[in-house]
T-cell receptor, first 113, second 112 residues
Framework: LAKTTQPISMDSYEGQEVNITCSHN???????ITWYQQFPSQGPRFIIQ???TKVTNEVASLFIPADRKSSTLSLPRVSLSDTAVYYC??????????????FGSGTRLSIRP | EADIYQTPRYLVIGTGKKITLECSQT?????MYWYQQDPGMELHLIHYSYGVNSTEKGDLSSESTVSRIRTEHFPLTLESARPSHTSQYLC???????????FGPGTRLTVL
């Protein structure tokens, strides 16, 4: 089971690029990296997922170095509405048990005007 | 946008009452999950299901029970609610990919 470590909290300002790094030193060959976003009083929402190098969608980019022991979620030009908790998960997409999908504490991102 | 629904959204109930939290999804997903989350705290998996007639307990011990008689429906029941059950309960579902879960809006339960 690949454990992840993320900063507990981060602060930034509107218009800035925010990078949240997640460490997963014990990541297995079949594991993918997935990021979720959770607003207060709501369920988490899937943001992005990747295996290696770089993945980009309309919301964020995910950078994964060659050794895959860490990953960085990049949010371009954040706004106040990006204030949320961000979770990094690591696991086998198809062969894992549901009980191995662990959200952890996440990173509480606060965006200021 | 994913179609997964939870009712009620908020529930305040007295100790000893039996309650059922409803969760339904219209995506045809085989896998469904129940998580418990206190304000500002981690999500903890309490139940999951791989399909009809399949249910398993999650990492966090819970006095609740679940059933999966239909693919789209995964209700959670507390036979006798206690104040320690006060929390937010989140239901989720996924298709073949475990890591890509779609969450409902949650039920915030308060037991007095």
């Amino acid at each position: 089971l690949a454990k992840t470590t993320q900063p507990i909290s981060m602060d930034s300002y509107e218009g800035q690029e925010v990078n949240i790094t997640c460490s997963h030193n014990n990541i297995a060959t079949n594991d993918y990296i997935t990021w979720y976003q959770q607003f207060p009083s709501q369920g988490p929402r899937f943001i992005i997922q990747g295996y290696k190098t770089k993945v980009t969608n309309e919301v964020a980019s995910l950078f994964i170095p060659a050794d895959r022991k860490s990953s960085t979620l990049s949010l371009p030009r954040v706004s106040l509405s990006d204030t949320a908790v961000y979770y990094c998960l690591v696991g086998d997409l198809y062969g894992s048990s549901a009980s191995k999908i662990i959200f952890g504490s996440g990173t509480r991102l606060s965006i200021r005007p | 946008e994913a179609d997964i629904y939870q009712t009620p959204r908020y529930l305040v109930i007295g100790t000893g009452k039996k309650i059922t939290l409803e969760c339904s999804q219209t995506m045809g997903h085989d896998k469904m999950y129940w998580y418990q989350q206190d304000p500002g705290m981690e999500l903890h998996l309490i139940h999951y299901s791989y399909g009809v007639n399949s249910t398993e307990k999650g990492d966090l011990s819970s006095e609740s029970t679940v059933s999966r008689i239909r693919t789209e429906h995964f209700p959670l029941t507390l036979e006798s609610a206690r104040p320690s059950h006060t929390s937010q309960y989140l239901c989720a579902s996924s298709g073949a990919v475990y890591n890509e879960q779609f969450f409902g809006p949650g039920t915030r339960l308060t037991v007095l």
